[in-house]
């Protein structure tokens, strides 16, 4: 029991020390972040009545299936909000300068599941009976990581809207839809946002703490999963998605760890660790490197497979 009171006055002082650093992101963000209205990103035009019992036609909106999931998963993420809000304020708590972010960032996700919802509904781009019996399974399950500290969720959440950012951006680069793609694109740049909020909170958080930083992001690092546990059949669409190249180990390596991690947070030359702390670093540069040749593999597998597939399509003999 004396071990979790250190612990939590610990934490405690890291908080009150990292707040001073709120204010001025959140004044940031607010002088940087554009309005936008949900409504005028879907062609209304386009939609028509749902018949009582009509069963869903993936032909009316004709999609591959790693783009068609991406979707799927992309909106139930932002369904599950009211989690994500309730886990932020247990990590951060319920208090001036944090809530004025977490009530601002909530209002933003939010607008999020609007907006592409009603794309969605009104293009059919997807069965809107299974999304919502998925919404309904996602909400009631309440699954979300939960940090174990403040430390924890300041470097999850930094990672977390960068992959969400790369996530939504790369699924509408791939809908042959330009209504679409810009309703993607105005929702990757609201997540990029609020990555750079929280990359540069992480930043602060590092400076005032080095060798817990380290501890926190090798713990985080390593353990790093986007938030899809509880939608339902997410391992298939998982799966559908890293085909099509919107978010596999290759892009989750290149465009989030090695922005973060390396480039903004320059662990390798990062001063002032402790023993603990520099075990964290050598865990974390090991597990980096890993991570890259993994990556390669990845990438010469898959141009390996797309120039096979662009041979079969200038010669039928070969398929």
């Given at each position: 029991?004396?071990?979790?009171?250190?612990?939590?006055?610990?934490?405690?002082?890291f908080?009150?020390?990292?707040?001073?650093?709120?204010?001025?992101?959140?004044?940031?963000?607010?002088?940087?972040?554009?309005?936008?209205?949900?409504?005028?990103?879907?062609?209304?035009?386009?939609?028509?009545?749902?018949?009582?019992?009509?069963?869903?036609?993936?032909?009316?909106?004709?999609?591959?299936?790693?783009?068609?999931?991406?979707?799927?998963?992309?909106?139930l993420t932002?369904?599950?909000?009211?989690?994500?809000?309730?886990?932020?304020?247990?990590?951060?708590g319920?208090?001036?300068?944090?809530?004025?972010?977490?009530?601002?960032?909530?209002?933003?996700?939010?607008?999020?599941?609007?907006?592409?919802?009603?794309?969605?509904?009104?293009?059919?781009?997807?069965?809107?009976?299974?999304?919502?019996?998925?919404?309904?399974?996602?909400?009631?399950?309440g699954?979300?990581?939960?940090?174990?500290?403040?430390?924890d969720?300041?470097?999850?959440?930094?990672m977390?809207?960068?992959?969400?950012?790369?996530?939504?951006?790369?699924?509408?680069t791939r809908?042959?839809?330009?209504?679409?793609?810009?309703?993607?694109?105005?929702?990757?740049?609201d997540?990029?946002?609020?990555?750079?909020?929280?990359?540069?909170?992480?930043?602060?958080?590092?400076?005032?703490?080095?060798?817990?930083?380290?501890?926190?992001?090798?713990?985080?690092?390593?353990g790093?999963?986007?938030?899809?546990?509880?939608?339902?059949?997410?391992n298939?669409?998982?799966?559908?998605?890293?085909?099509?190249?919107?978010?596999?180990?290759?892009?989750?390596?290149?465009?989030?760890?090695?922005?973060?991690?390396?480039?903004?947070?320059?662990?390798?030359?990062?001063?002032g660790?402790?023993?603990?702390?520099?075990?964290?670093?050598?865990?974390?540069?090991?597990?980096?490197?890993?991570?890259?040749?993994?990556?390669?593999?990845?990438?010469?597998?898959?141009?390996?497979?797309s120039?096979?597939?662009?041979?079969?399509?200038?010669?039928?003999?070969?398929?």
């Open positions: 029991m004396g071990r979790v009171s250190r612990r939590t006055r610990a934490d405690a002082d908080l009150r020390e990292l707040a001073a650093a709120v204010p001025p992101l959140v004044e940031r963000h607010l002088a940087t972040q554009r309005d936008w209205l949900p409504h005028e990103f879907v062609p209304w035009s386009r939609g028509r009545d749902f018949e009582p019992d009509e069963e869903w036609d993936p032909g009316e909106f004709p999609l591959p299936e790693g783009v068609r999931s991406a979707l799927f998963v992309n909106l932002e369904d599950n909000l009211p989690h994500y809000f309730a886990t932020i304020t247990h990590v951060f319920a208090t001036e300068p944090w809530t004025e972010w977490s009530f601002r960032w909530t209002a933003e996700e939010h607008r999020h599941s609007i907006a592409i919802r009603d794309y969605l509904t009104v293009t059919r781009a997807v069965d809107p009976v299974a999304l919502e019996r998925a919404r309904m399974a996602q909400v009631s399950g699954q979300v990581p939960r940090p174990d500290s403040p430390l969720g300041v470097c999850y959440v930094a977390q809207e960068l992959a969400t950012r790369v996530a939504h951006r790369n699924t509408g809908l042959d839809d330009p209504v679409g793609q810009r309703l993607m694109k105005r929702v990757a740049m997540e990029n946002l609020h990555y750079l909020f929280y990359r540069d909170l992480a930043t602060r958080a590092r400076d005032i703490d080095p060798s817990r930083f380290m501890v926190s992001l090798d713990r985080q690092v390593r790093f999963a986007m938030p899809g546990t509880g939608i339902t059949d997410f298939r669409h998982s799966r559908a998605i890293a085909r099509e190249g919107i978010y596999d180990l290759a892009v989750h390596h290149d465009h989030v760890l090695v922005p973060t991690v390396e480039r903004t947070w320059e662990i390798e030359s990062l001063e660790l402790d023993a603990e702390g520099e075990q964290a670093r050598r865990r974390l540069l090991d597990h980096m490197a890993r991570l890259a040749r993994l990556s390669e593999r990845l990438r010469e597998r898959r141009s390996s497979r120039t096979r597939v662009a041979d079969q399509h200038q010669d039928p003999a070969r398929a």
